[in-house]
């Protein structure tokens, strides 16, 4: 009976190792359905960063319907390699969502005004990037703190199967992992993200911790060997999120 059971377990966690590989090279195939977001890191003055949350408040809270889940993101760890303050990102159901992104003006509103007033005179724009998630959960989004890591995957079959390899171990009690896809805006040689949710900075470093005493980071450099590389990283917490 013992080995029964044993064998149960090995085939359901090759069933979810399976899937999960499925999942990731599905994801490849991209189509209109796939969840599609767009980052704009930005630099906010500080002097008027208090007028500009009120602002970006009233004119969300003014939308009759609101086709994004919105985040606005402090940085608060960074390298030289990060030169922004705040990242505010729009995460929609489906690359149809931005069929007309950039093509029309400010919305027709007070709010709207005031807002895209207040974004000039405050915001200096330092990157653009829209990116498509491959492993990824709205519900993350809960989470207040992410880390997140720019890497450079040169082989995607061989990582692929080694991130899928290292999820399958994983329990997410401290947090979540995430991968999307960099399509176009990256900075030079990021070809996608690894993102770390956690409730805060702390359960963040509790899981870290975790994470590399139960073997897994080790077992995941092994498996992927060269087939990718870090390029740079940050930290930042959600201060700000809408729908």
């Known amino acids: 009976m013992a080995i029964f059971k044993h064998n149960l377990k090995s085939i359901y966690k090759m069933k979810k190792f399976i899937l999960l590989i499925l999942v990731f090279f599905a994801s490849l195939n991209l189509n209109a359905q796939t969840p599609t977001w767009v980052c704009m890191n930005v630099t906010v003055d500080q002097s008027g960063q208090a007028d500009f949350v009120e602002s970006l408040d009233n004119f969300m809270e003014s939308l009759e319907q609101n086709p994004y889940t919105v985040t606005l993101n402090e940085v608060q760890f960074g390298s030289s390699d990060v030169d922004f303050s705040h990242q505010l990102c729009f995460l929609g159901q489906s690359a149809e969502s931005f069929?007309?992104?950039?093509?029309?003006?400010?919305?027709?509103?007070?709010?709207?005004?005031?807002?895209?007033?207040?974004?000039?005179?405050?915001?200096?724009v330092e990157q653009i990037v829209l990116g498509q998630p491959m492993i990824f959960d709205p519900s993350n989004l809960d989470s207040d703190f992410a880390a997140v890591f720019a890497i450079n995957v040169s082989d995607v079959q061989k990582f692929g199967s080694a991130f899928g390899k290292m999820m399958n171990s994983l329990d997410f009690d401290d947090g979540s992992f995430e991968l999307h896809d960099a399509v176009l805006g990256a900075e030079k040689d990021v070809t996608h993200y690894w993102v770390a949710r956690s409730a805060n900075v702390s359960t963040f470093l509790n899981g870290r911790s975790d994470f590399i005493n139960s073997g897994a980071a080790g077992q995941l450099i092994s498996d992927a060997g060269d087939s990718f590389e870090f390029v740079f990283g940050f930290g930042a917490r959600i201060i700000k999120r809408y729908n």
Request: no cysteine.
């Open 99 to 124: 069929a007309s992104w950039g093509i029309s003006g400010p919305p027709p509103s007070v709010e709207g005004v005031l807002f895209f007033s207040a974004f000039q005179d405050y915001v200096e």
